[in-house]
């Protein structure tokens, strides 16, 4: 995941509202505070954290490009919107 989805999802782990999240960034205040008062960790940890957790989500089709990915998705009004993902690894199985 990039820098950019990083931050999408914490603003999302953090509760922040669309104008929250606007309202920090242009204060020029950076996500390492409220991470760290929240969850105990900087940003750059919590980025290092989803990374590891990204694996271990669902499986699901990049609606643009028809990719497999796993994704860590929000459900609004009953739909998904991908906040971060990751292209699926698969190694070809050789018989």
């Known amino acids: 995941m990039n ?13 922040l509202t669309p104008d929250q999240a606007d309202a920090l960034i242009d204060s020029g205040e950076d996500y390492d505070t409220p991470l760290k008062e929240r969850f105990g960790v ?21 609606p643009k490009t ?12 009953g739909r998904g919107t991908i906040i971060a993902g990751q292209a699926l690894n698969i190694t070809p199985i050789y018989t």
């Open 3 to 15: 820098k950019v989805e990083i931050q999408l999802l914490a603003e999302q782990a953090l509760g």
């Open 42 to 62: 900087d940003l750059v940890t919590f980025g290092r954290i989803a990374n590891a957790l990204i694996p271990l989500t669902p499986v699901i089709e990049q």
């Open 66 to 77: 028809h990719q497999l990915i796993h994704a860590f998705v929000e459900f609004q009004n």
